[in-house]
């Protein structure tokens, strides 16, 4: 509600505020003696009482109606580690999980020999059809373009403060990959936006430890942005993320060296580039590596050009600033966020202005047959607002976001169409592979909508809890099939559990 935002705020800002108040008194009693402008002073003087109470009551008033039970409770503090512990599962992470060691299959285990001991130690419904192991043993990758049996890929979407569902999400999946022994075949994660922040924590491996969980139930607006001076024709941009910046470094610095030497996983983080209109990505992957289609010949695969090429657009992200950049680059939304600059001079804004749902870099650059799909908009049904001019520019937004995921999920059964049909023989630009998708979005019908941080510290954990039990339901359910080329988005509600089901597949 909008008293924990005022409460959050003047927080943050109690110091701004109190040198507005002081600035007004001064204004008072010097204009206080000049009859002409005595009227200025009367408008400065309820500026300051307006200040004033900001500082004074909303702080008091909150606690007092917490007191009389008429707002929800504040959400407990975790006091486990920060870094490398484990948590209840209840807060978002897999109790007594081992720190994930990020590297290729045969690292320690050949694949055969993990999925044969899966198999005996695991009998029954793993060993069904429709299950992930089921899906390991049907398909093996050509050599030419992969030495693994399975390649997993993890899109996230844009979408503000409903990331905490993403979060969530990406909790459940992180237990259930673990579980059956999939972790080291996810070799893509591409996300835009705040898809790009929680993809962080992923690469990073701060997914079962709760890391994640931890910083969505304690993000507020006074911890990720300030105000900015804005003036007229001079600016074109309201607040500064500088506080959101300054968390980057002490959450990832000390687990992002690995990631920065390469993959898998192998990341790719948008932004749209303002001066070209184009999309633009940011990966790890090394400038020799070229990506692969079928050959002409129809037999094997060959390798077409390199992932990395900053003519159109694709970057190597090689530093820890670079990495940053990535991120945040991703997340400028206009006009919230001041426009980001390169060394060139180039404009960039929010990677969602152009594809909320980055799928292709995943299949494209990286042959993914098995997709994990988390959009945050597709699910846009709601009811509009008459008298809001915020409230109505937001909605346009939203409505934009989950068209643009939605034409993204039918582009994936377009793709398995062509390739049915021949076409990679003729084009490079298409999956290598047919994809099967896994693609779970959040109702509108849930309390937490884009722009909504304020309500975070109130309802992150339920959100988290929410997602993360829709989750694992769908997983469960989901028939793992080499063989099922339809492309089906679970949505669920507040329930925590899918409820429904939309069909994106060409007929």
Not at 196 to 218: I, K, Y
Not at 228 to 240: D, E, S
């Amino acid at each position: 509600m909008w008293l924990e935002l005022l409460r959050s705020l003047s927080r943050r800002f109690r110091w701004a505020l109190v040198g507005g108040l002081v600035a007004a008194a001064v204004l008072v009693v010097g204009l206080g003696r000049v009859s002409a402008v005595r009227h200025v002073g009367v408008v400065a003087a309820g500026g300051a009482a307006l200040l004033g109470a900001w500082i004074l009551l909303v702080p008091r008033l909150h606690d007092l109606l917490r007191a009389l039970e008429l707002l929800p409770p504040e959400p407990p503090v975790p006091t486990g580690p920060r870094a490398g512990g484990a948590e209840a599962p209840d807060a978002g992470g897999v109790a007594g999980a081992a720190p994930q060691s990020f590297g290729t299959p045969d690292a320690g285990v050949a694949p055969e020999a993990g999925r044969d001991a899966r198999a005996a130690s695991e009998p029954g419904p793993a060993a069904d059809r429709g299950s992930l192991s089921a899906f390991l043993a049907q398909d093996r990758a050509p050599p030419e373009v992969d030495d693994t049996e399975l390649r997993i890929g993890i899109v996230l979407a844009g979408g503000g403060a409903r990331g905490v569902y993403q979060a969530g999400a990406l909790a459940a999946l992180w237990e259930f990959l673990e579980r059956e022994g999939a972790l080291p075949y996810v070799r893509a994660v591409a996300g835009t936006s705040i898809g790009a922040w929680n993809a962080m924590f992923w690469l990073t491996g701060q997914v079962s430890d709760g890391e994640l969980a931890r910083w969505w139930r304690e993000a507020e607006p006074a911890r990720l942005v300030e105000p900015a001076r804005w003036f007229p024709w001079l600016r074109n941009y309201l607040l500064r993320d500088r506080p959101w910046r300054e968390a980057f470094g002490p959450l990832f610095s000390d687990r992002a060296e690995s990631l920065l030497g390469g993959g898998p996983p192998w990341l790719y983080f948008t932004r749209t580039a303002v001066d070209r209109a184009r999309v633009e990505v940011g990966t790890n992957r090394g400038p020799d590596y070229r990506y692969y289609r079928a050959a002409p010949s129809g037999s094997g695969y060959e390798p077409v050009a390199p992932v990395v090429d900053e003519t159109l657009g694709r970057f190597a992200i090689r530093t820890f600033e670079e990495l940053r950049e990535a991120v945040f680059t991703s997340m400028d939304i206009p006009p919230v966020f001041p426009r980001f600059h390169d060394r060139r001079g180039l404009a960039y804004e929010d990677g969602g202005v152009i594809d909320n749902l980055p799928i292709r870099y995943a299949t494209r650059f990286e042959g993914c047959n098995l997709l994990f799909i988390f959009p945050l908009h597709a699910s846009f049904e709601q009811r509009h607002s008459e008298r809001s001019i915020l409230r109505r520019l937001g909605r346009v937004m939203e409505v934009r976001q989950g068209a643009l995921e939605r034409d993204a999920l039918r582009d994936i059964s377009l793709y398995n169409e062509l390739i049915g049909l021949g076409a990679p023989s003729r084009r490079a630009d298409i999956h290598v592979k047919p994809v099967t998708s896994f693609i779970l979005a959040p109702s509108r019908e849930l309390p937490i909508g884009t722009f909504d941080f304020w309500k975070l510290p109130g309802g992150g954990s339920e959100a988290l809890a929410c997602s993360r039990a829709a989750t694992r339901a769908a997983l469960e359910a989901f028939e793992f099939d080499t063989a099922d080329r339809s492309v089906r988005m679970q949505v669920f509600g507040p329930e925590g559990r899918p409820s429904e089901t939309h069909d994106f597949t060409l007929r």
